[in-house]
């Protein structure tokens, strides 16, 4: 069962007001997962809301993952509310230049035990849980542990603590089924990038390939890189695992990237859908729409769509989305393009960063869910 829930919040006197939390909750068989969007002035300004999703309730859910963008002083600031909250979850703070829109997602589990994982610097990285039917691991704030080495040795030290992570759970990367990698400087080094993580694969014998965004933003750390991942190990057939093609894009294998168009994940209770980051790209690799960004919004949520309806869902089933844009002046065309729509509203954060190619002005990364 998927239920929505649109909270408008009022901020302190003298800040913008209102501002909007949107929640999807995904009830599984024994457990819930609820995931919440909201902007980042919501934290940063110290809202008080009933459904604030860092207050802490009679029975507090446990924090999966905290997933931010903001100026830096604002992320400052959220880490601090999080301490003060005692909150231990992973944090993927990415910076953004003053003025640009931010966000802030926030993933958390009730109704089952977790345990805590960690990283080679003793910081929380995740955490491992699992039910009758599977196993399930969330990780972010992945970071290199050299920052004097190559980028390529970089990306392959993040690789490695993942797997290194999933292994303290009884997992391996054959299980990951989704993975972000926030690169600081993308279009210098995705090449790099690109051949470390396909190496990694093969030496490993990753098959099954997971959905990923690969995009250019600094993080709050100052790293090179920092990545995010989920692992799903079904334990009897009641969940399944399998890769999702789109209708109107061929897999990014074929022109020299490692990741699925999409992932699903099924369980008795439905199925969640994970799509990668997706742009304006034809059948033949190809970037369409060169220079006009509100042409290149409107064939990347085309093709998101072809895929959500492929597989029985459609925009009103997303749980979680980003919207990337090149230039922050282009942001605006977002809600235009919803607008001439009349899209629901959606759990998304739009914001600026660099996409992976030159010619690419939007991005976006989309999660869905649909009950049996």
């Known amino acids: 069962m998927i239920q929505a829930e649109t909270v408008q919040m009022s901020a302190k006197r003298g800040t913008n007001s209102p501002v909007t939390v949107i929640s999807r909750t995904i009830e599984h068989a024994a457990w ?3 995931h919440s969007t909201l902007p980042i002035l919501a934290t940063a300004n110290g809202c008080r809301i009933e459904h604030d999703p860092f207050a802490n309730g009679a029975q507090p859910p446990t924090f999966l993952n905290v997933h931010a963008f903001g100026e830096h002083e604002r992320l400052v600031s959220l880490h601090c509310r999080l301490q003060v909250a005692g909150i231990q979850a992973p944090e993927t703070a990415l910076v953004q230049e003053p003025g640009v829109p931010g966000g802030i997602q926030v993933t958390t589990i009730s109704g089952i035990a977790s345990t805590p994982l960690f990283g080679k610097n003793g910081q929380v990285i995740g955490r491992f849980f699992e039910d009758s039917d599977a196993k399930y691991c969330v990780l972010g704030d992945v970071r290199p542990t050299n920052p004097h080495d190559t980028r390529g040795a970089q990306t392959t030290d ?10 303290d759970a009884g997992m ?4 990951v089924v989704r993975t ?9 080094w995705y090449t790099e990038f690109n051949q470390a993580r396909t190496a990694f694969f093969q030496r490993h014998g990753i098959s099954l390939i997971p959905a990923s965004t690969g995009i250019g933003v600094s993080n709050a ?3 090179v890189l920092v990545a995010k991942a989920i692992a799903v190990q079904p334990k009897t057939g009641a969940v399944t695992v399998r890769r999702v093609e789109s209708p109107l894009q061929r897999e990014p294998s074929a022109y020299g990237s490692s990741f699925s168009r999409a992932m699903e994940v099924a369980d008795p209770a439905g199925r969640m859908l994970y799509i990668s980051g997706t742009a304006s790209i034809l059948l033949n690799g190809e970037t369409v729409h060169v220079g006009d960004a509100a042409a290149q919004v409107a064939k990347t949520m085309e093709v998101v769509e072809a895929i959500l309806e492929k597989n029985g869902m459609s925009f009103a089933d997303t749980t979680r989305a980003i919207a990337y844009f090149r230039h922050a002046e282009d942001i605006p065309l ?3 393009y919803c607008r001439a729509r009349q899209l629901p509203p959606l759990p998304v954060i739009v914001t600026q960063c660099v996409i992976c190619r030159d010619d690419l002005l939007f991005e ?3 999660d869905a869910a649909k009950a049996r």
């Open 32 to 34: 819930a997962e609820c």
């Open 180 to 188: 972000w990698f926030y690169n600081d400087d993308i279009l210098a």
């Open 172 to 175: 391996d990367f054959g299980n």
């Open 334 to 336: 977002w809600e235009e």
């Open 158 to 167: 993040v690789l490695e603590a993942i797997r290194h992570a999933l292994a």
């Open 221 to 223: 750390s100052g790293d």
């Open 364 to 366: 976006i990364e989309l």
